[in-house]
């Protein structure tokens, strides 16, 4: 959906939805206003390694308040993410206030396309890790547009 928008400003991302391998024309606005775009994951690891890296970049993007057990970040760069959780393609949301899922415009296969999140768990990564992944076209991420 973040990339199958309506079509107001372009049709850059139409038919790029679950199931379908798309080429689109970048930047994709998808569902960005009109002077935004959908970020590439390139742009994502750009703007990681420009905060300090994908080991800090974490800390230095989150919102100082809203995180679990007191996992804010400094917010050092007045990106304030915000920890949304992610939803599943059957409307059920997990993680709020202990992810903050992206969604990026480049796809990985018809199923899938890359995203990033910022995270607050001891289980498997450090609170500070900014994490580059890719996930379900059907799952639930936030959008974060960016200028064009």
Do not use: Q
């Not at 500070?128 to 639930?140: E, F, S, V």
């Amino acid at each position: 959906a973040a990339m199958d928008s309506v079509g107001i400003w372009n049709d850059n991302g139409k038919g790029c939805g679950f199931g379908e391998s798309c080429s689109p024309k970048y930047p994709v606005h998808g569902v960005c206003p009109e002077g935004w775009h959908l970020p590439t994951d390139e742009e994502w690891n750009t703007l990681f390694t420009a905060v300090g890296g994908l080991s800090t970049a974490s800390t230095n993007l989150k919102s100082t308040s809203g995180w679990y057990e007191d996992g804010n970040g400094t917010d050092a760069f007045g990106f304030s993410a915000l920890p949304a959780g992610m939803g599943e393609i059957n409307g059920d949301y997990s993680l709020e206030s202990g992810l903050a899922y992206f969604w990026s415009s480049t796809e990985k296969n018809s199923s899938s396309a890359y995203c990033t999140s910022l995270r607050y768990s001891k289980v498997r990564y450090s609170d500070t890790d900014a994490i580059l992944d890719y996930g379900g076209k059907g799952g639930l991420l936030s959008v974060r547009c960016l200028k064009d």
